[in-house]
């Protein structure tokens, strides 16, 4: 399975270039003793070393010591070559299956964002493209096919060139 970078950075915004320079995060935030759904704020960031904020104490990452001081929460992470592949669909599925986040729409936001072609290009142009008249959508918002997804980057293609 191809992966399909740049992915843009949940915390600056910037291109994540290759699969190697991602960092995949969320945050436990189990507080008793229950292990369904204590998980939270699933992002895709750079790793320190192609973050353009590498300079700072966090870079792109979650600020561990005040997310625990403010909710008691403990940040974990994974390198972004853990979840692309089929493996690493794998494992997105299996944390669907045993329901461990929260807000289970973050893990298939992810799923979306590393598994479809032609996805991470277009998500953040969905509304706007829709509005414009790039396609009349035919299936649950943000779950477009490969032709909704085409017509949403020829309209953005278009936006740039006028």
Same mark, same amino acid.
């Given at each position: 399975?191809?992966?399909?970078? @740049?992915?843009?950075?949940?915390?600056?915004?910037?291109?994540?270039?290759?699969? &190697?320079?991602?960092?995949?995060?969320?945050?436990?935030?189990?507080?008793?003793?229950?292990?369904?759904?204590?998980?939270?704020?699933?992002?895709?960031?750079?790793?320190?070393?192609?973050? @353009?904020?590498? &300079?700072?104490?966090?870079?792109?990452?979650?600020?561990?010591?005040?997310?625990?001081?403010?909710?008691?929460?403990?940040?974990?992470?994974?390198?972004?070559?853990?979840?692309?592949?089929?493996?690493?669909?794998?494992?997105?599925?299996?944390?669907?299956?045993?329901?461990?986040?929260?807000? @289970?729409?973050?893990?298939? &936001?992810?799923?979306?964002?590393?598994?479809?072609?032609?996805?991470?290009?277009?998500?953040?142009?969905?509304?706007?493209?829709?509005?414009?008249?790039?396609?009349?959508?035919?299936?649950?918002?943000?779950?477009?096919?490969?032709?909704?997804?085409?017509?949403?980057? &020829?309209?953005?293609?278009?936006?740039?060139?006028?």
């Amino acid at each position: 399975m191809a992966v399909n970078p @740049p992915w843009k950075c949940d915390q600056c915004g910037h291109p994540i270039q290759t699969v &190697e320079d991602g960092w995949v995060e969320w945050l436990n935030g189990m507080t008793d003793e229950r292990s369904e759904g204590t998980l939270h704020e699933l992002r895709l960031v750079h790793h320190r070393n192609a973050s @353009p904020h590498r &300079e700072r104490a966090t870079a792109c990452y979650h600020d561990e010591d005040e997310w625990f001081r403010t909710n008691r929460y403990t940040v974990a992470d994974l390198p972004l070559s853990c979840f692309v592949g089929p493996d690493g669909l794998v494992t997105l599925l299996a944390w669907l299956a045993d329901k461990r986040f929260a807000d @289970p729409n973050q893990v298939l &936001e992810m799923i979306k964002r590393l598994h479809v072609p032609n996805y991470e290009a277009a998500r953040l142009s969905f509304d706007a493209a829709i509005a414009g008249g790039a396609f009349e959508p035919r299936s649950t918002p943000t779950y477009y096919d490969q032709e909704e997804l085409a017509a949403v980057l &020829e309209w953005m293609r278009e936006q740039d060139a006028s």
